[in-house]
Antibody, heavy 121, light 108 residues
């Protein structure tokens, strides 16, 4: 059974860049599926940020694309998110997930437990 | 971008009753590419339904999904105490993937 675990700093300063890593166990991320990031501000709803597939195809939420980078490290079975130019509005729980489906149409099948990121000076 | 509107915002029912949650899309969701998630306090969302009506692995059969086009429904046939949490719909038929704002199911 696949398991996902997010890691990263809990507190970052405005204007800085956030780096988060998702470590996957129980499945090789290079084999199949897509992998992505979703966030949830405190007390609010969910927002998809970005996904990357085993093929290398990458899908971005256009509203975040200019600030987002996603990458994969198959040797460590990890994928990572970088989000630049942070503001307080980026304060949220960040989840990594495995996506199932076909081509660019996928649902979030398995989720990590999430990591809370606070943007504050 | 497809906007999903869930209703009601809060639904008050009693254990054993039937719950009907609605998710309406601002435009047609292609191929009924709609999913439902359950989120318990302090936990990550859990996939319940994909493809509008297919239950995810391990999901009890009291959870059912239906609908097409712009109108979708999650039905919980007999509410258990652990079902009184928040539910989200998500469309994945077009980019960007989008979520509804959630329906909170509370004990009456």
């Amino acid at each position: 059974q696949v398991q996902l675990q997010e890691s990263g700093p809990g507190l970052v300063k405005p204007s800085e860049t956030l780096s988060l890593t998702c470590t996957v166990s129980g499945y090789s991320i290079s084999s199949d599926y897509c992998w992505g990031w979703i966030r949830q501000p405190p007390g609010k709803g969910l927002e998809w940020i970005v996904s990357i597939c085993h093929s290398g195809n990458t899908f971005y939420n256009p509203s975040r694309k200019s600030r987002v980078t996603i990458s994969v490290d198959t040797s460590k079975n990890q994928f990572s998110l970088r989000l630049s130019s942070l503001t307080a509005a980026d304060t949220a729980m960040y989840y990594c997930a495995r996506l199932s489906g076909v081509s660019g149409s996928r649902w979030f099948e398995s989720w990590g437990q999430g990591t809370l990121v606070t943007v504050s000076s | 971008e497809i906007v999903l509107t869930q209703s009601p915002g809060t639904l008050s029912l009693s254990p054993g009753e039937r719950a009907t949650l609605s998710c309406r899309a601002s435009q047609s969701v292609s191929n009924s590419y709609l999913a439902w998630y359950q989120q318990k306090p302090g936990q990550a969302p859990r996939l319940l339904i994909y493809g509008a009506s297919s239950r995810a692995t391990g999901i009890p059969d009291r959870f059912g999904g239906s609908g097409s086009g712009t109108d979708f429904t999650l039905t919980i046939s007999r509410l258990e105490p652990e079902d009184f949490v928040v539910y989200y719909c998500q469309q994945y038929g077009s980019s960007p993937y989008s979520f509804g704002q959630g329906t909170k199911l509370e004990i009456k």
